[in-house]
T-cell receptor, first 114, second 118 residues
């Protein structure tokens, strides 16, 4: 399975602090995507990092990718209460039965206290 | 741009009835749409991949006769839950992937449909 596995499962921080979430996967990927989901809502695409990229920034988000370790991390700087949500990484498979498919892990539940 | 809508947002039905959920890409063409199911406090599980004009590809363990998928145009895919039972109650989410050169890149997700079967 290409499923991304997030760590930690839950993270609780104060507003203004940074939040780091990690993701590991198993086989070769085309790219890796991070999504956010507010409770009971659909997914919001945050950022996509390609297999030949090592780091990518978007506003307060910073994503890294280490294909040799098959891992990625999402850093949210200067967190806000509105960042409270579940965060999922989704590797996009590059071959075999995983080709073109996103597979989601259990996610990291982030709670930012005001 | 890249907006995906779903209809209805939520539906309550009686056991044994069928429910149709629509997924539309509003401002782009999507050759591929995906259907996911999410149970409370769990991850999204891919149910099937839907390609315009062809039969859907179902993931292992998903009954194709129970979850009928039609992708008749580049902007519309439908999921019909046939003879629904309480265990089918879930949050159903679709996503659409851009056609052409960007195929295989990010997927754009709909807001989801909450199905409750009594």
């Amino acid at each position: 399975s290409q499923q991304g596995e997030e760590d930690p499962q839950a993270l609780s921080i104060q507003e203004g602090e940074n939040a780091t979430m990690n993701c590991s996967y198993k086989t070769s990927i085309n790219n890796l995507q991070w999504y956010r989901q507010n409770s009971g809502r659909g997914l919001v695409h945050l950022i996509l990092i390609r297999s030949n990229e090592r780091e990518k920034h978007s506003g307060r988000l910073r994503v890294t990718l280490d294909t040799s370790k098959k891992s990625s991390s999402l850093l949210i700087t200067a967190s806000r209460a509105a960042d409270t949500a579940s965060y999922f990484c989704a590797p996009l498979g590059a071959g075999g039965t995983s080709y073109g498919k996103l597979t989601f892990g259990q996610g990291t539940i982030l709670t930012v206290h005001p | 741009g890249a907006v995906v809508s779903q209809h209805p947002s939520w539906v309550i039905c009686k056991s044994g009835t069928s429910v149709k959920i629509e997924c539309r890409s509003l401002d782009f063409q999507a050759t591929t749409m995906f259907w996911y199911r999410q149970f409370p406090k769990q991850s999204l599980m891919l149910m099937a991949t839907s390609n315009e004009g062809s039969k859907a590809t179902y993931e292992q363990g998903v009954e194709k006769d129970k979850f009928l998928i039609n992708h008749a145009s580049l902007t519309l895919s439908t999921l019909t839950v046939t003879s629904a039972h309480p265990e089918d109650s879930s949050f159903y989410i679709c996503s659409a992937s851009l056609a052409g050169a960007r195929k295989g890149n990010e997927q754009f997700f709909g807001p989801g449909t909450r199905l409750t079967v009594l």
